[in-house]
């Protein structure tokens, strides 16, 4: 009777936050009963509400050894085990607790967490969704369900089971940041805003909720907004990593280019093993202009040497049949297989190459599916959604699926794949599309380019991988969805050229800026039409030209929009001005084809001669200039004769179709050919060098 009272005591004390007693009593118990399980139980509570987990587990076990058949001691034992990051010895004594007693809430809910953390998605969910049934007004449970949700792509539900933990707590700041990454991610910015102002209510110094109220601010497209909360982030908190991350992100878009590689820089100096930081600073640098093409490579050899090298290890044998001429298992792996430019691209060689000679695998990064993933998908033979898999997992799969020649098409860009390429998962890997560029990637054998963006004259250049030259092109343009008439000339209409340029806005910089308003300046009463972000970019872009003497009112900026609005934009432009160093790619593609020739200058970095290979496919080398005086004799050659101009224009679109360009047939043969020499390269056991390989044309 005496054990009995003093457990209650114990428990009394425990209750009302009197722990010291609570334990002298318990102990007192166990001096004179040392296998009492329920005094043992309390202690081990006791020792988990202090963080002492070693000691729970101890006391836990202890009980769970004198009691076998109460499911509460599994319970505990589970629970301290998941603190101790101890996960799969959690999953098996949770099962127990949930075995003998299948109502316990606490018991699933802790089996849901731990099955999650090993990975066991689908039996996880179960468990959690058991335990919000029976416990729905439990607040962690109900905020952890929703996290799960939210991790399952279920934003609606998420949402719901958000809005009901709140109703439970409204004060928990972790909740209402979670319901903001919700709702932005189902693009509900203004309530996604709402829900981050309150969390930044609850605690005012957190970068945390600041930072998501940025993001929420960025996607709204008020980006001097969304800088301003990311700077108040990191006033918070000057090393909140995320912050700078965020910052480096805004200030790209912005076009203040140098600053955010500083961002990415400052990042990477306190946390060197941030692979994708390194790959998002590797992917920038092509866009300033005091950046070499040796930097840039040495860049992204640093990133093959610090997050490749360390995966040689898992490089093992490809045993596929290396048998010359049989069909070719061809994996392309791309976090871009939706509505996107590379689609614009890609869709052309998917729909043309030949069944009989390769097998088209599509591994998809992207978490995002839409009408042109359905496209993309019916084109290829086999489709692998990878975009919840580990890179490790993703290369088992890969090499599961025997592809001959794996295709990287992200390269640097955001979600990288390059951890999942580092473990040579095909026998041969290669990149293309993403940008003509580099890797860094030792296993990475060989970059597709073609003779115009990397001329047989300058020999192997600044690259990790062998180049394989394309005869013609590295692009195949199909604007795949309906797009708009190409129109009249506007000049005829306005009286007056208006130039254009809608590339991405990160692309300009202070000497593009320069040269165009020469061009400006040399073209009378001329006008030119920029998309840029709202806001403080465009007053300092109107004072930038300003300076040079083109007034603000011959500047006019148009807002981000959708494919066909953004297409109609340019039946109201008469010449395209490219971006240098960083030119044009798809968007001057969209150019061409909407009856726009578009002015470049070749620069030394392979990212500025994009314009040399479509005027050369199009047999209009005068819309290349090779140095800024020759730019502006090219833009206003091409603009002060008008009825060239509206022959251009007219015949543009014509000229396109039937150039390499769009020969989409010829393209798939010619990259066919490509993965044919390489293969038989392969096959032969022929030692690697750094020549590049010619591609005969099929045309």
């Given at each position: 009777?005496?054990?009995?009272?003093?457990?209650?005591?114990?428990?009394?004390?425990?209750?009302?936050?009197?722990?010291?007693?609570?334990?002298?009593?318990?102990?007192?118990?166990?001096?004179?009963?040392?296998?009492?399980?329920?005094?043992?139980?309390?202690?081990?509570?006791?020792?988990?509400?202090?963080?002492?987990?070693?000691?729970?587990?101890?006391?836990?076990?202890?009980?769970?050894?004198?009691?076998?058949?109460?499911?509460?001691?599994?319970?505990?034992?589970?629970?301290?085990?998941?603190?101790?990051?101890?996960?799969?010895?959690?999953?098996?004594?949770?099962?127990?607790?949930?075995?003998?007693?299948?109502?316990?809430?606490?018991?699933?809910?802790?089996?849901?967490?731990?099955?999650?953390?090993?990975?066991?998605?689908?039996?996880?969910?179960?468990?959690?969704?058991?335990?919000?049934?029976?416990?729905?007004?439990?607040?962690?449970?109900?905020?952890?369900?929703?996290?799960?949700?939210?991790?399952?792509?279920?934003?609606?539900?998420?949402?719901?089971?958000?809005?009901?933990?709140?109703?439970?707590?409204?004060?928990?700041?972790?909740?209402?940041?979670?319901?903001?990454?919700?709702l932005r991610d189902l693009k509900r910015y203004d309530a996604a805003q709402s829900a981050a102002r309150r969390a930044i209510a609850i605690n005012p110094a957190a970068p945390q909720a600041i930072e998501e109220l940025g993001w929420s601010l960025y996607y709204d497209d008020q980006l001097?907004?969304?800088?301003?909360?990311?700077?108040?982030?990191?006033?918070?908190?000057?090393?909140?990593?995320?912050?700078?991350?965020?910052?480096?992100?805004?200030?790209?878009?912005?076009?203040?280019?140098?600053?955010?590689?500083?961002?990415?820089?400052?990042?990477?100096?306190?946390?060197?093993?941030?692979?994708?930081?390194?790959?998002?600073?590797?992917?920038?640098?092509?866009?300033?202009?005091?950046?070499?093409?040796?930097?840039?490579?040495?860049?992204?050899?640093?990133?093959?040497?610090?997050?490749?090298?360390?995966?040689?290890?898992?490089?093992?044998?490809?045993?596929?049949?290396?048998?010359?001429?049989?069909?070719?298992?061809?994996?392309?792996?791309?976090?871009?297989?939706?509505?996107h430019h590379q689609a614009f691209i890609l869709m052309p060689l998917l729909e043309n190459h030949d069944g009989a000679k390769v097998e088209v695998f599509c591994y998809s990064n992207s978490p995002v599916t839409d009408e042109m993933t359905t496209q993309l998908r019916a084109k290829s033979?086999?489709?692998?959604?990878?975009?919840?898999?580990?890179?490790?997992?993703?290369?088992?799969?890969?090499?599961?699926?025997?592809?001959?020649?794996?295709?990287?098409?992200?390269?640097?860009?955001?979600?990288?794949?390059?951890?999942?390429?580092?473990?040579?998962?095909?026998?041969?890997?290669?990149?293309?599309?993403?940008?003509?560029g580099t890797t860094g990637l030792c296993a990475i054998d060989y970059r597709i380019t073609d003779p115009h963006l990397d001329p047989p004259e300058a020999g192997d250049g600044p690259y990790s991988e062998r180049s394989l030259v394309l005869p013609d092109t590295f692009w195949c343009y199909?604007?795949?969805?309906?797009?708009?008439?190409?129109?009249?000339?506007?000049?005829?209409?306005?009286?007056?050229?208006?130039?254009?340029?809608?590339?991405?806005?990160?692309?300009?910089?202070?000497?593009?800026?320069?040269?165009?308003?020469?061009?400006?300046?040399?073209?009378?009463?001329?006008?030119?039409?920029?998309?840029?972000?709202?806001?403080?970019?465009?007053?300092?872009?109107?004072?930038?030209?300003?300076?040079?003497?083109?007034?603000?009112?011959?500047?006019?900026?148009?807002?981000?929009?959708?494919?066909?609005?953004?297409?109609?934009?340019?039946?109201?432009?008469?010449?395209?001005?490219?971006?240098?160093?960083?030119?044009?790619?798809?968007?001057?593609?969209?150019?061409?084809?909407?009856?726009?020739?578009?002015?470049?200058?070749?620069?030394?970095?392979?990212?500025?001669?994009?314009?040399?290979?479509?005027?050369?496919?199009?047999?209009?080398?005068?819309?290349?200039?090779?140095?800024?005086?020759?730019?502006?004799?090219?833009?206003?050659?091409?603009?002060?004769?008008?009825?060239?101009?509206?022959?251009?224009?007219?015949?543009?679109?014509?000229?396109?179709?039937?150039?390499?360009?769009?020969?989409?047939?010829?393209?798939?043969?010619?990259?066919?050919?490509?993965?044919?020499?390489?293969?038989?390269?392969?096959?032969?056991?022929?030692?690697?060098?750094?020549?590049?390989?010619?591609?005969?044309?099929?045309?």
């Amino acid at each position: 009777m005496r054990i009995k009272v003093l457990l209650e005591e114990a428990r009394g004390h425990k209750r009302a936050g009197r722990k010291e007693q609570a334990e002298c009593l318990c102990r007192e118990v166990l001096s004179n009963n040392p296998d009492h399980a329920p005094a043992l139980h309390c202690l081990g509570e006791l020792a988990f509400e202090t963080g002492q987990y070693h000691l729970a587990l101890e006391c836990f076990t202890r009980a769970l050894e004198s009691a076998p058949k109460v499911a509460t001691h599994f319970l505990s034992v589970g629970a301290a085990l998941l603190q101790l990051g101890r996960k799969r010895e959690a999953v098996t004594v949770l099962r127990k607790a949930v075995i003998l007693k299948p109502q316990l809430a606490e018991a699933q809910f802790r089996l849901g967490l731990a099955l999650t953390y090993v990975g066991d998605l689908v039996d996880g969910f179960e468990a959690l969704e058991h335990a919000v049934t029976l416990r729905p007004k439990q607040f962690e449970i109900q905020r952890c369900f929703a996290l799960v949700l939210k991790l399952r792509r279920e934003r609606e539900r998420a949402v719901a089971h958000y809005e009901q933990a709140l109703e439970l707590n409204p004060d928990s700041f972790e909740c209402w940041s979670e319901l903001a990454n919700v709702l932005r991610d189902l693009k509900r910015y203004d309530a996604a805003q709402s829900a981050a102002r309150r969390a930044i209510a609850i605690n005012p110094a957190a970068p945390q909720a600041i930072e998501e109220l940025g993001w929420s601010l960025y996607y709204d497209d008020q980006l001097d907004e969304s800088i301003d909360a990311f700077r108040h982030a990191l006033r918070m908190d000057p090393e909140y990593a995320p912050a700078y991350f965020a910052l480096a992100t805004a200030l790209q878009d912005q076009g203040s280019v140098r600053e955010a590689i500083t961002c990415y820089r400052h990042l990477l100096a306190s946390d060197p093993g941030a692979h994708h930081l390194h790959s998002s600073l590797n992917y920038l640098l092509p866009f300033a202009p005091e950046i070499s093409s040796a930097d840039i490579l040495q860049d992204a050899l640093d990133w093959g040497r610090l997050y490749g090298a360390p995966l040689k290890n898992a490089h093992n044998e490809h045993c596929n049949d290396r048998t010359g001429n049989r069909r070719l298992r061809i994996g392309y792996v791309s976090n871009c297989f939706r509505d996107h430019h590379q689609a614009f691209i890609l869709m052309p060689l998917l729909e043309n190459h030949d069944g009989a000679k390769v097998e088209v695998f599509c591994y998809s990064n992207s978490p995002v599916t839409d009408e042109m993933t359905t496209q993309l998908r019916a084109k290829s033979d086999v489709w692998r959604d990878i975009s919840l898999l580990a890179p490790a997992h993703a290369a088992v799969l890969v090499r599961s699926d025997k592809i001959d020649i794996l295709v990287d098409l992200t390269m640097h860009m955001s979600n990288s794949n390059l951890q999942m390429f580092a473990s040579k998962p095909a026998p041969i890997q290669c990149c293309w599309l993403a940008y003509p560029g580099t890797t860094g990637l030792c296993a990475i054998d060989y970059r597709i380019t073609d003779p115009h963006l990397d001329p047989p004259e300058a020999g192997d250049g600044p690259y990790s991988e062998r180049s394989l030259v394309l005869p013609d092109t590295f692009w195949c343009y199909d604007p795949v969805t309906p797009t708009p008439d190409v129109g009249p000339l506007p000049a005829q209409l306005n009286g007056y050229i208006t130039f254009g340029c809608l590339n991405d806005f990160c692309k300009l910089n202070d000497t593009v800026i320069e040269l165009w308003a020469q061009v400006l300046n040399s073209v009378r009463s001329s006008r030119l039409m920029l998309r840029a972000p709202l806001g403080q970019r465009r007053t300092r872009i109107h004072q930038q030209f300003e300076k040079w003497g083109v007034p603000s009112s011959r500047v006019t900026f148009v807002n981000n929009a959708s494919r066909t609005e953004y297409l109609q934009l340019y039946r109201q432009i008469d010449v395209g001005l490219d971006t240098f160093p960083y030119g044009g790619h798809e968007s001057s593609l969209d150019a061409l084809w909407m009856g726009v020739p578009v002015v470049s200058l070749a620069g030394s970095t392979v990212v500025s001669r994009a314009g040399v290979t479509y005027a050369m496919n199009l047999h209009l080398r005068e819309l290349v200039a090779q140095d800024p005086a020759e730019f502006v004799a090219a833009a206003c050659g091409v603009a002060d004769d008008l009825s060239r101009l509206d022959q251009l224009r007219c015949g543009l679109r014509q000229r396109m179709q039937a150039s390499p360009l769009m020969d989409g047939a010829s393209f798939a043969k010619n990259m066919e050919a490509a993965y044919r020499t390489i293969w038989e390269l392969w096959c032969h056991e022929v030692p690697s060098d750094r020549t590049p390989i010619i591609v005969s044309s099929t045309r």
